[in-house]
């Protein structure tokens, strides 16, 4: 595998405006992208399960990916 890969799962449920929904995608893929180099060869999964802000959201990833980072790696 050639490097670390996300996938999204950001259901209706969770999220019910479609802007909503692809703001917290975006802001998701942005902060694997700016991580993704640090990470191991890993598919990362994330699922929202409520509503979220975007910061919280970008804070929580974060804080995972250097989870993932420490004990992977």
Not at 11 to 17: L, S
Not at 24 to 50: C, H, M, N, Y
Not at 56 to 69: A, N, Q, Y
Request: glycine letters at 6%.
């Amino acid at each position: 595998m050639p490097g670390a890969r996300l996938g999204l799962i950001v259901g209706k449920r969770a999220v019910a405006k479609a802007h909503e929904r692809n703001r917290l995608k975006r802001v998701a893929r942005e902060t694997f992208r700016l991580k993704r180099s640090e990470l191991p060869a890993v598919d990362i999964v994330v699922q929202v399960r409520g509503p979220i802000d975007s910061h919280t959201l970008r804070s929580r990833l974060e804080d995972m990916f250097k989870l993932v980072e420490e004990n992977l790696a």
